[in-house]
């Protein structure tokens, strides 16, 4: 269990599962311009995008003192903005999880790992938000 929330009516636990397939929909709004992708930019599956395998080493998820923090690694095809793609990637994840979850306590960190055209050129671009 990675958080509790107490209501009136009981507690809530919330596993590291749910907000890996919050943030894998996320990502994939944005119609192949963004994948998932490990510390050294080798993309994930299909498979693992649909949810079906456990993305540990595309998404970092911990809960240090009731913060919530993600870290997560991604390719972004070329031609395509990364401060657009990570503003608005983190956006939709901070609101996504929110309306969810009912989490606001949280630290999300998107590490570009490279832009993909015909060949990976890497890159190490560290967005927080």
Do not use: P, W
Not at 51 to 70: K, P
């Amino acid at each position: 269990m990675l958080y509790k929330i107490q209501t009136e009516l009981g507690e809530i636990s919330i596993e590291k599962a749910v907000l890996r397939k919050i943030i894998t929909e996320c990502i994939t709004k944005f119609d192949g311009k963004v994948s998932l992708a490990n510390h050294k930019g080798q993309l994930s599956s299909i498979i693992t995008r649909m949810g079906v395998i456990d993305e540990n080493n595309y998404i970092l998820i911990a809960n240090n003192n009731n913060i919530i923090e993600i870290k997560i690694y991604i390719v972004i095809n070329f031609g395509t903005s990364i401060s657009m793609v990570t503003e608005q990637l983190l956006n939709d994840i901070k609101e996504s999880i929110k309306n969810i979850a009912e989490i606001d306590n949280l630290n999300i960190t998107i590490i570009v790992v490279g832009m993909m055209a015909k060949q990976l050129v890497r890159r190490n671009i560290e967005v927080k938000g």
